[in-house]
C-alpha cells in the first residue's frame, strides 16, 4: 500500500489566492481527517469525514477554509482567499473505524506571501 | 473533552543515555492513548498505543510507555538512546469507540553525542 498520498508536497503561493490541498486515503479506510500544524498551536483537527460525509468542522478556521470528499478516495481542502497567517504543514490522515489507528500522510507545506 | 498535556517542549540528552517523555491527560471517560513521533520534514508515525489490556506497551525501537489510569499519565521511555531517535514526540488521546485525536503540544527529543 502507498500510504495515504498529499499533494502538492510544497505550495508557495501569493495572499488572496486559492489554494487547494489534496488528500488520497488508504484504500478501506473509512474516516479520514485533516490537521494543521504551527509552531505557534501545534496539532489542530481541522475536519474529519466518516464514509465521505463530514462529521465534525469545528475546527475549521473561518469560512474561508473548505473541505469536500466526492468519494472514498479523494478529499480536497481548499483556502479562498489565502492569507499569511494560513502558512502551515496540513497533514491528512485516514483509519479504519475499527482500527482506531490514524496513518498520517506526508503533509503538504503552505506558504502565502 | 479530554485534553493532552506534555510537560517539557524539549528534552536534550546524551548519546546512550536514558530519557523520559512526560505525557498527562485529562477525561471523564475511558481513553485510548497513542505516541506518535515525527522525524524531521516527515508526516507523524504511530510509534505505539494503549487500547487496553497490560498497561505496558513496547516498540519495534525500544520504546516503551505505561498507562497510569490513577496518575493519568502515559510516559514514553528508552533505556538508551540513539542518533536517530532526534525526532518530535506527540502523544494523543481518543475517547474509546470515537476516532478523533487531540494530541499534546509535543517534546523535540534533542541526542547529543
Known amino acids: 500500500d502507498a500510504g495515504v498520498i498529499q499533494s502538492p508536497r510544497h505550495e508557495v503561493t501569493e495572499m488572496g489566492q486559492e489554494v487547494t490541498l489534496r488528500c488520497k486515503p488508504i484504500?478501506?479506510?473509512?474516516?479520514l481527517f485533516w490537521y494543521r500544524q504551527t509552531m505557534m498551536r501545534g496539532l489542530e483537527l481541522l475536519i474529519y469525514?466518516?464514509?465521505?460525509?463530514?462529521?465534525?468542522d469545528s475546527g475549521m478556521p473561518e469560512d474561508r477554509f473548505s473541505a469536500k470528499m466526492p468519494n472514498a478516495s479523494f478529499s480536497t481542502l481548499k483556502i479562498q482567499p489565502s492569507e499569511p497567517r494560513d502558512s502551515a504543514v496540513y497533514f491528512c490522515?485516514?483509519?479504519?473505524?475499527?482500527?482506531?489507528?490514524?496513518?498520517f500522510g506526508p503533509g503538504t507545506r503552505l506558504t502565502v506571501l | 473533552a479530554q485534553s493532552v498535556t506534555q510537560l517539557d517542549s524539549q528534552v536534550p540528552v546524551f548519546e546512550e543515555a536514558p530519557v523520559e517523555l512526560r505525557c498527562n491527560y485529562s477525561?471523564?471517560?475511558?481513553?485510548?492513548l497513542f505516541w506518535y513521533v515525527q522525524y524531521p520534514n516527515q508526516g507523524l508515525q504511530l510509534l505505539l498505543k494503549?487500547?487496553?489490556?497490560?498497561?505496558l506497551v513496547e516498540s519495534i525501537n525500544g520504546f516503551e510507555a505505561e498507562f497510569n489510569k490513577s496518575q493519568t499519565s502515559f510516559h514514553l521511555r528508552k533505556p538508551s538512546v540513539h542518533i536517530s531517535d532526534t525526532a518530535e514526540y506527540f502523544c494523543a488521546v481518543t475517547l474509546q469507540g470515537a476516532q478523533k485525536l487531540v494530541f499534546g503540544q509535543g517534546t523535540r527529543l534533542t541526542i547529543n553525542p
Open positions: 469525514f466518516n464514509n465521505n460525509v463530514p462529521i465534525d
Open positions: 494503549y487500547l487496553s489490556g497490560s498497561t
Open positions: 490522515a485516514s483509519s479504519l473505524s475499527a482500527g482506531v489507528i490514524s496513518v
Open positions: 484504500s478501506g479506510h473509512d474516516y
Open positions: 477525561s471523564s471517560v475511558s481513553v485510548y
